[in-house]
């Protein structure tokens, strides 16, 4: 219970368009099936103390999950075993890198993670779609199933993650994060909002 408080369950299940969904899952321990079973639209870090206001980039995140490891793997879900951060992934002369690679031993696959610290772009969507193949290609072995490609954003705007992501058949997600839980008010203010445009 304690962990269904401090990871908002309340909050994602209001947010949620599968309420049912997500308390089945919650009352019998989750059943892992396929990749949106495991894949949240919305994660909280604050176990990284880093404030609303304060300025930071990209490494900076990446560098202050690695350290909080154990938490991060907490609140990713079931299953995820830590791979490599920054895994190198060459093509032809030029060199890219995936932030944060893990492996998902209950779906028996690779979950490729790419950090943004502002809003998701539709680029960012091309750029893991580019991840996606090439680990199917060049990294999966028979038993593995499809990769998985999160895309995580402090902002996403669902319209265009909508057109983005449209015919991509690559189990690729865009999902956001919020380095803090929301205070009273503002769980009452998102309450209200979604109680007035239910």
Do not use: W
Request: hydrophobic content about 40%; overall charge positive; glycine content about 6%.
């Amino acid at each position: 219970m304690k962990r269904q408080m401090k990871s908002m369950l309340f909050h994602r299940l209001a947010l949620s368009k599968n309420k049912a969904g997500v308390l089945a899952i919650v009352k019998k321990g989750t059943e892992l099936q396929k990749p949106e079973d495991i894949i949240k639209e919305h994660f909280v870090f604050e176990f990284l103390g880093i404030s609303q206001q304060e300025r930071y980039l990209e490494g900076e995140l990446e560098e202050r999950l690695i350290r909080n490891l154990e938490a991060f793997l907490l609140e990713l879900g079931k299953g995820f075993a830590f791979v490599k951060r920054q895994y190198r992934v060459p093509v032809g002369n030029r060199n890219f890198s995936v932030d944060l690679v893990f492996y998902n031993i209950l779906l028996k696959c690779y979950v490729l993670i790419d950090l943004k610290r502002g809003e998701v772009e539709h680029s960012d969507i091309g750029q893991m779609n580019f991840y996606l193949n090439y680990f199917r290609k060049e990294v999966n072995v028979e038993t593995d199933n499809e990769p998985i490609g999160i895309v995580l954003g402090a902002y996403k705007d669902k319209i265009m993650v909508e057109y983005a992501i449209d015919n991509i058949t690559n189990k690729l997600f865009v999902s956001k994060y919020q380095l803090y839980l929301p205070n009273k008010e503002e769980l009452e203010k998102e309450l209200a909002r979604l109680i007035g445009s239910g």
